[in-house]
């Protein structure tokens, strides 16, 4: 064996670890991945095949050895599955269905062992794990990194599949059940979310297993019509199987017995032929069905079977994902534009000669970012490979780099795209910060992003201006009445009284609702002015260490990130806002026009109440979001920190508490259920 094709093997392993723990990252963390589940699955084979060709460069952390992404700092509680919760290996193509089928008859030891499969939709959704003690629905866990998951049971409990009771006739109830399957968003519910999102100015998910992960991992302002839309359907029972259940079959059944949604499409298959044939009859209705899928999951009937084969690292040995080929087109690249989104950020698309993929006409795709461009190398006039991911928005899969070069003797020139550097809409220079692979136009009066400002300003947590909805704002943002932040407050009532649906009356009103929310609080304000990851509790943060406003922009990027609970790029956003003389002029402007605040107290708290001085710990499931537990602590004048300590006044703890319950215990630290701590209120 070469050295050289050593060396090369070794560097093309690190390039693909890399690569591939980026999109586990954007897939698994952020609900947002770049390339489709094809690509990924290219990279992940690639890195596999050279693995098992170099086996010294196998590392025990390598991205085939494990599932998903790690999982820490996403805002929810971790705790370990009961078991792990593997993934799949996967068949592309008939081939490989077959090569899975002879494996398991080599594993076996018998030349035709007839093998009885179940063929089930592969759903494409978020994987979970379902507990129940004593038949109570107890604990819900999204798949995480396969050995722990998020502790997601709120924003599981309002799902109407998901009994909150199993429906077992005999007593007693196993007392420890674990379930898993898919949580999925059905189709239609997924293009009016889609719908929706457009309108308020969201970025629509790409596909609908996105828009499930998304939902299950809402933690503010949680959208319980997002929750109740989404399905549960089971697939495994994990523990507290009977005895009498031996096969795949009868644990669906029984699944489906206790309450839960079982695929329908469900099918007994006697061989491997059976097995094909089941799988390209579901491709052919797959249009048809309510929910997105994207293959079949063939498994070993018998679970006697299934114990003899066991696993490898990351999967069974006894089941197969078998993917649908995805659908890909030929088009080509006719420019590529910049868009500025409602939050600034600069999309480039590209404008495609139009085709038909999958039922659709398909003539803009996203390239997300100048990362995603490089990296693909995409330039007008490219030929390039269409595909549209999880079947809805059309993704670029690769340049077909063979046309460019001979075309390029044709004299065309295929310059590299780089995004402006200056916003198409405004003129302002754009930023793109270290840490982010998003390139923005900074500037607050960019009538791409006003409109969405203005609504941020207006709503409840900043300055909460009554009267002042969507329908107006978009007014006077089109009749040029406001074209920054602060006309709003220069605002006369003759000129709203001109306005569409304006009476004299409501225009008064909506006098009256400005001035009074020009009388403000330094943390509203810094919410207001809609900074980059400036929320409630930053602006808190920020307000509490400055006290006031000029302080805070005389302030250096280190100096901000020197704070408790602020990072590098909120830092860094804070400091690049305030340093812009353009919003200082703007800020100086809400000033002249009576926009205040108080400074506050040299040793002011948060806000002065009840529970000022003491600080809190939140554990366990509680009723609602944590997020909602945390406000009210906090408005009363309470610290909610992470860790228990001595320091610790208050452990509220809901069910299922697990360390931080036993810690306080030891330390002595008060523990209060939810209504102890309503009576503390
Ligand atoms: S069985 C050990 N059955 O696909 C058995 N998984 O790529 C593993 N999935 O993690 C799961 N439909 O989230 C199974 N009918 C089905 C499935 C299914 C979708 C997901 C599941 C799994 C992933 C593996």
């Avoid at 506050?600 to 979001?625: M, N, Y």
Wanted: with cysteine; proline share 5%; aromatic share 4%.
């Amino acid at each position: 064996m070469a050295d050289s094709d050593r060396e090369q093997a070794k560097e093309r392993v690190e390039v693909l670890t890399r690569d591939i723990s980026h999109h586990n990252a954007l897939y698994y963390r952020e609900d947002q991945p770049e390339i489709t589940d094809a690509e990924y699955d290219r990279l992940l084979r690639e890195l596999r095949d050279l693995e098992v060709e170099y086996p010294e460069l196998l590392r025990p952390d390598s991205p085939t050895q494990k599932v998903g992404a790690s999982i820490a700092g996403t805002g929810f509680e971790t705790a370990p599955h009961r078991s792990p919760m593997l993934s799949l290996d996967n068949a592309m193509d008939e081939g490989e269905m077959r090569a899975f089928n002879q494996r398991l008859g080599r594993l076996l030891d018998s030349e035709n062992p007839g093998i009885t499969f179940i063929g089930e939709p592969k759903l494409d959704g978020s994987g979970v794990e379902l507990i129940y003690l004593d038949g109570q629905f107890a604990q819900g866990l999204t798949r995480g990194d396969g050995q722990s998951g998020e502790d997601v049971t709120v924003n599981l409990k309002p799902l109407p599949s998901i009994p909150s009771k199993l429906q077992i006739s005999q007593e007693p109830f196993p007392p420890v059940v674990s379930v898993r399957g898919e949580v999925v968003l059905p189709l239609a519910d997924f293009r009016r979310l889609n719908e929706a999102r457009l309108v308020r100015g969201d970025e629509p998910f790409a596909n609908p297993r996105n828009a499930a992960a998304g939902s299950l991992r809402q933690i503010h302002d949680i959208d319980y019509d997002r929750l109740r839309s989404l399905e549960f359907r089971a697939y495994a029972l994990a523990e507290g199987k009977p005895e009498e259940v031996t096969t795949q079959w009868a644990t669906l059944k029984l699944l489906d017995a206790w309450g839960f949604h079982v695929s329908p499409e469900s099918r007994r298959c006697n061989n491997v032929d059976e097995a094909i044939a089941f799988h390209q009859s579901l491709q052919a209705d797959r249009a048809n069905l309510p929910v997105e899928i994207d293959g079949t999951v063939i498994k070993v009937d018998s679970i006697s079977v299934q114990n003899e084969l066991g696993h490898v690292a990351r999967s069974p040995r006894w089941a197969i994902a078998y993917k649908f080929p995805p659908e890909q087109v030929r088009s080509v690249i006719t420019g590529i534009e910049a868009q500025v989104g409602r939050t600034g950020a600069l999309t480039p698309v590209a404008k495609l000669e139009p085709v038909q993929v999958g039922g659709v006409i398909v003539s803009n795709s996203s390239l997300h970012n100048q990362d995603e461009i490089d990296r693909k190398d995409v330039r007008t006039g490219d030929a390039v490979i269409i595909q549209r991911a999880g079947d809805v928005i059309p993704q670029i899969v690769r340049v077909l780099l063979e046309e460019r070069d001979l075309k390029k003797n044709k004299k065309k020139s295929y310059e590299p795209y780089r995004l402006p550097e200056n916003c198409p809409v405004c003129n302002t220079a754009t930023i793109r910060l270290e840490a982010e692979s998003v390139t923005r136009c900074p500037n607050l009066d960019c009538p791409a992003q006003l409109k969405n400002n203005l609504r941020h300003l207006a709503s409840r947590g900043a300055l909460d201006v009554d009267g002042l909805g969507e329908k107006l704002i978009d007014q006077l943002v089109d009749t040029g009445l406001v074209k920054r932040l602060s006309d709003l407050f220069a605002l006369k009532q003759e000129q709203l009284e001109e306005l569409e649906r304006m009476g004299e009356k409501s225009a008064a009103n909506l006098i009256e609702s400005l001035q009074k929310s020009s009388q403000t609080t330094l943390t509203r304000l810094l919410i207001a002015l809609g900074i980059r990851h400036v929320g409630a509790t930053v602006a808190d943060t920020l307000a509490r260490h400055f006290r006031d406003l000029d302080p805070l922009i005389e302030a250096t990027a280190n100096q901000i990130e020197g704070i408790d609970g602020i990072g590098q790029t909120i830092a860094e956003s804070i400091f690049r806002f305030l340093d812009s003389p353009e919003n200082q002029a703007e800020i100086q402007r809400l000033r002249d026009l009576g926009v205040t605040w108080p400074a506050l107290e040299a040793d002011a708290g948060p806000q002065e109440g009840k529970l000022t001085g003491l600080s809190f710990v939140l554990t366990g499931t509680l009723s609602g979001p944590r997020d909602t537990f945390k406000q009210k602590i906090e408005s009363a004048g309470g610290k909610v920190v992470g860790s228990v300590s001595k320091k610790t006044d208050y452990l509220v703890a809901g069910e299922n508490a697990g360390s931080k319950l036993k810690k306080a215990t030891e330390l002595g630290v008060t523990i209060l259920d939810e209504d102890g701590l309503e009576n503390l209120l």
